[in-house]
């Protein structure tokens, strides 16, 4: 009998081994500029928010914090000598100097007997307070935060900058159609809107070449970038291939000669019509700019799906008379699940988005700096 029960024991110990292992905390990697991982931080998820613990900001921002938890639920965080106070179940944080509160989307809570403050914090309250860019892909687990101090120049922003962003399609022209019904002119402006936003946040104006669901003939859609002044032109279009292995978010500029520079292997063999018109070219002058952004942004897109997104150079109509820089840029495949997936999720789109605008924000800052130059070839 005895041997019976210990053999229970036993076995229960082993059960509540395994089940500890299954159940262990997730963690969530902060990681800089670069991608190069800063800290990883144990999670806890409550109500669909993931928390994380009040000393993960000695890692990540000031190894120098200071904190206070008192027995009325107040927290106070003395960060870069600054003093934030917050209260747990109260979706706001007081600065020291700074008259209005923060809001936040979540509260602070007090979670296995520990302080905890939610995802939002970081992405919405630190950004407000320090010079640092937060942006939390929650596909990946990953924040990345950037000191502004670091990687923007202090100089006078670039007089007239301008951004035209073109979402493919519109109206009758629905573009390629996934599976559920879902429309590439849908996506496009979607995320053409995404980021508009991020580049208003950052001083940069946006001049969409539409902004609802209607029909632009392609000769409107260049007038209107042309007559803008714009020192930048995007396309975005979604891919679509008779293969559902394609994949991929995927860059095209246009020359008169064809050339790919790619780390990633992809199929196009079904790729939408526009990228293989083929037209006298009128766009060439800027062909160095255009490389240049996209190096940029190749490296931005890097941080949030680590791999290399593929580029080729290819006559296309779409950008050809476009008298400026200029990017086609794909999305990714609507053909595949996956990439359909990313591309219908706001999150996603968000994170796609922000790629592009902070490969924007560096464009402008080396045309200001002039390690870009600014003119035609």
């Not at 009040?54 to 870069?80: C, E, H, P, W, Y």
């Not at 509260?107 to 860019?133: A, G, H, S």
């Not at 940069?204 to 803008?228: F, G, K, M």
Request: glycine share 6%.
């Amino acid at each position: 009998m005895k041997l019976g029960r210990r053999c229970l024991y036993i076995t229960i110990a082993l059960w509540t081994s395994v089940a500890l292992s299954i159940q262990q905390s997730p963690s969530i990697r902060f990681v800089d500029r670069g991608g190069k991982m800063r800290a990883q931080v144990e999670t806890v998820t409550r109500d669909g928010v993931l928390y994380l613990p009040v000393d993960a900001l000695r890692r990540i921002v000031d190894s120098d914090m200071r904190r206070k938890f008192d027995l009325t639920g107040k927290l106070t965080l003395v960060i870069k000598q600054k003093r934030i106070e917050l209260h747990l179940g109260t979706s706001s944080a007081t600065v020291a100097g700074q008259s209005e509160p923060i809001s936040l989307s979540h509260p602070p809570l007090v979670i296995n007997q520990r302080p905890m403050l939610p995802i939002t914090f970081f992405t919405e309250v630190l950004p407000n307070i320090y010079n640092l860019e937060v942006a939390y892909n929650p596909e990946l687990q990953r924040v990345r935060i950037v000191e502004t101090k670091d990687t923007r120049p202090r100089v006078r922003p670039l007089e007239g900058f301008l951004v035209v962003v073109n979402p493919g399609h519109g109206g009758a022209d629905r573009g390629y159609q996934g599976s559920g019904g879902v429309l590439e002119k849908e996506i496009t402006l979607a995320i053409a809107k995404l980021v508009e936003t991020y580049c208003h946040q950052n001083g940069i104006r946006v001049a969409l070449t539409r902004d609802r669901d209607y029909e632009r003939r392609p000769l409107e859609r260049v007038q209107i970038a042309n007559q803008s002044g714009g020192q930048l032109f995007l396309s975005l279009h979604c891919n679509a291939s008779y293969t559902a292995k394609a994949k991929g978010i995927h860059l095209y500029v246009n020359s008169s000669r064809w050339h790919r520079q790619s780390d990633v292997s992809t199929s196009s063999t079904g790729s939408a019509t526009h990228q293989k018109q083929i037209t006298t070219l009128s766009q060439e002058d800027f062909i160095s700019q255009s490389r240049s952004f996209a190096a940029i942004l190749r490296e931005q897109l890097k941080i949030s799906t680590e791999t290399l997104t593929p580029l080729t150079e290819i006559p296309l109509t779409t950008l050809s008379e476009v008298y400026m820089p200029a990017l086609l840029i794909e999305l990714g495949y609507l053909s595949n699940a996956a990439d359909l997936e990313k591309l219908t999720n706001f999150d996603s789109q968000g994170a796609i988005a922000e790629s592009i605008g902070a490969a924007i924000v560096e464009y402008r800052a080396s045309l200001i700096t002039g390690q870009i130059s600014n003119d035609g070839e």
